[in-house]
Structures are given as structure tokens and as C-alpha cells.
């Protein structure tokens, strides 16, 4: 279409038209100019004869570098019916490209999962999974921010949760560097893509725990004895459905004689037992952190959506060794 400025008065765009028996969505894409502040939303406004119709909610994942998600409107209380329809582009607004308008009967893609998200986010506040904390655990994610903790993609947090970017090696810094022996509990849910990963130190090393990895096949902790959580002696069967809320419950414990032993739950069901020398663990490079005996969380090509993580140490006076 075109680009227009609204420096002094709105501009309105009227219509009379008969709505659609199928339609049900009536979309506004525009752009921000590119020299104007990309702060300032690209927002028009809707109005059906006398009355005015609000707009879904932005999509939560947006990409910074990607455009911005198109209005929606919805339009099917006035199916069958002539309508005269307004929009209005405010005055003192950054100018806007318009770039196309358009009915139909389904909601846009990303709308349509930003609602599956919302309801996922919701989770944090259903019936709990089984993992019973004494005082003491302390929540991580309250103090993560993701324009400082995320590496290597861009995450969001929402309502005190946080959510996966979607990359390779997509991986968030935890504030908490922990001593001796701990128990760490994550809530999480997987809405698309491939694991979520948990990295995490044993002593003076780490590891690294993977649910549901390659393509969603398989579990395992990584490295064992220089090999990947899909060829060591943890490695087991990783499907998990997506929209479902896990909870997931890794108990180091450092031994006498320079060993450790990592229990893993998954929703209360013992899931992953290794115990040995600590020399045979050694952290994953591709999943490195800022701080690398520290926690982390992470996901590969997915998004995951972290509704808690939490610590507490266990002060069970093993020897380390150090």
C-alpha cells in the first residue's frame, strides 16, 4: 500500500462493506517507519459503526531483528452483516507503511500459539508435580534478566517465568554458583522443537542433563567418560509430549574417594543414576556458560517455557577430594 504520516490529525480509512459468513479475523499489517523509534507500538485503531473493537495481545515471542506481528481484530459478531468499518491511524505517531489488510476465518499462526503459550504460562499456578522442598530452597529464576543472563539467543521472561529462545544451544545463565552437594528442581514446559537441557556443576567439573534431545528421542546426561548423552550408560528413551508440564529433580552428592553420584526424577519417577569418579564427567562445550560452575538452562531449537527453578544444598559433609 502506502506510507503515512498522521503528524496533526488521525487518519480514517471508512468502509461500509457485509461481512463474510466465514469471516471471522480481520488483520492490520503495518510497519514502523524505519527512522522512526521502534519503542513506539505501530498501533491502529478499530471501530465498527458505534462500536470500538480491541485487538488480540501482541505475541510474546517476537524476534527484535524480525517484523513486528500484525494487528488482529476480531470481526465475527458481525458475520452477515452491513457494517461500516473505521480505521484510524492516531495522530503524533510515528509514521506507519501499510502494508496489507485482510479477512479470514482462522486466527494468524503465531496468534494461535501465543494463545497455546499463555495457557502454558498459566501452569506455574496449577496443581503441583511431586517434589517436596523443605526451607531453605532458593528460587533462581526471580533474579535472572534475559537482556544480561541469556547467551546466544534472545529469551523472555513473562510474568516471573522465563521462555526459551528458539536456536541451537539457546542457553540462560542461573545466579547461583553452588558448594558441595545440592538438589536443583526445574518446572518446565516444552511447547515446540527439540530439549531442554539442564547445565549444572559436580565438584570442580559439570554436566550437562538433556530431555528429550535428538529430535526428541532421547535423555542422558553429558559427557560420561568423553561421550555424549546419547551414547553413555545414562542415555534412555526421551519422548515427552508437548503443552505438558515436567518437573525435573538432579541430586548431586559428592563421595569419599573423588566420586559423585547424579540422581535424576522426572515428575517424581526416578529417571537417570550415575555414579563414579569425577574425573570421568567433564561440561559440554557447545552449552557453555558465562560462569561455568554455575547453573543454567537451555534448549535446542525449542521453546521451553521455565516456570521455576530452584536450589537447596544438602549438607551431608562428604569429601571432595579438593
Known amino acids: 500500500m502506502t506510507t503515512i504520516r498522521a503528524d496533526k490529525r488521525p487518519l480514517v480509512l471508512s468502509k461500509v462493506m457485509t461481512v463474510g459468513p466465514g469471516d471471522n479475523w480481520l488483520t492490520v499489517d503495518t510497519r514502523v517507519l524505519p527512522e522512526a523509534d521502534s519503542s513506539r507500538p505501530a498501533a491502529v485503531l478499530l471501530r465498527i459503526d458505534t462500536k470500538e473493537i480491541g485487538s488480540e495481545k501482541t505475541p510474546l515471542l517476537r524476534s527484535p531483528q524480525g517484523p513486528q506481528a500484525a494487528q488482529v481484530f476480531a470481526?465475527?459478531?458481525?458475520?452477515?452483516?452491513?457494517?461500516?468499518?473505521?480505521?484510524?491511524?492516531?495522530?503524533?505517531?510515528?509514521?506507519?507503511?501499510?502494508?496489507?489488510?485482510?479477512?479470514?476465518?482462522?486466527?494468524?499462526e503465531e496468534y494461535r500459539f501465543d494463545r497455546a503459550l499463555r495457557r502454558a504460562l498459566a501452569l506455574r499456578d496449577a496443581k503441583p508435580l511431586p517434589a517436596k522442598?523443605?526451607?531453605?530452597?532458593?528460587?533462581?529464576?526471580?533474579?535472572?534478566?534475559?537482556?544480561?543472563?541469556?547467551?546466544?539467543?534472545?529469551?523472555?521472561?513473562?510474568?516471573?517465568?522465563?521462555?526459551?529462545?528458539?536456536?541451537?544451544?539457546?542457553?540462560?545463565?542461573?545466579?547461583?554458583?553452588?558448594?558441595?552437594?545440592?538438589?536443583?528442581?526445574?518446572?518446565?514446559?516444552?511447547?515446540?522443537?527439540?530439549?531442554?537441557?539442564?547445565?549444572?556443576?559436580?565438584?570442580?567439573?559439570?554436566?550437562?542433563?538433556?530431555?528429550?534431545?535428538?529430535?526428541?528421542?532421547?535423555?542422558?546426561?553429558?559427557?560420561?567418560?568423553?561421550?555424549?548423552a546419547n551414547d553413555n550408560a545414562t542415555t534412555r528413551d526421551g519422548k515427552l509430549t508437548n503443552g505438558v508440564k515436567h518437573t525435573v529433580l538432579i541430586t548431586t552428592r559428592l563421595l569419599e574417594g573423588d566420586r559423585a553420584r547424579i540422581e535424576v526424577t522426572l515428575d517424581g519417577k526416578p529417571y537417570i543414576t550415575w555414579e563414579g569418579l569425577l574425573s570421568a564427567l567433564a561440561p559440554d562445550r557447545d552449552w557453555r556458560l558465562r560462569?561455568?560452575?554455575?547453573?543454567?538452562?537451555?534448549?535446542?531449537?525449542?521453546?521451553?517455557?521455565?516456570?521455576?527453578?530452584?536450589?537447596?544444598?544438602?549438607d551431608d559433609k562428604a569429601k571432595t577430594g579438593r
Open 291 to 314: 560462569a561455568p560452575k554455575g547453573f543454567g538452562l537451555g534448549a535446542y531449537e525449542a521453546t521451553i517455557i521455565f516456570h521455576s527453578c530452584r536450589v537447596r544444598t544438602i
Open 75 to 108: 470481526i465475527e459478531p458481525f458475520r452477515r452483516k452491513k457494517v461500516t468499518l473505521e480505521l484510524t491511524q492516531p495522530a503524533g505517531g510515528p509514521g506507519l507503511f501499510w502494508q496489507a489488510l485482510g479477512v479470514s476465518d482462522e486466527l494468524p
Open 133 to 228: 522442598w523443605a526451607r531453605g530452597a532458593r528460587d533462581l529464576l526471580k533474579a535472572v534478566d534475559p537482556e544480561k543472563d541469556a547467551i546466544h539467543r534472545r529469551w523472555t521472561k513473562a510474568d516471573g517465568q522465563i521462555i526459551s529462545g528458539r536456536r541451537v544451544f539457546a542457553r540462560c545463565q542461573l545466579p547461583e554458583v553452588p558448594q558441595g552437594s545440592y538438589q536443583l528442581e526445574t518446572q518446565f514446559t516444552r511447547m515446540a522443537g527439540d530439549c531442554m537441557a539442564v547445565m549444572f556443576p559436580v565438584g570442580q567439573t559439570g554436566a550437562l542433563l538433556v530431555v528429550s534431545g535428538w529430535a526428541g528421542e532421547i535423555s542422558g546426561l553429558a559427557f560420561i567418560g568423553g561421550k555424549d
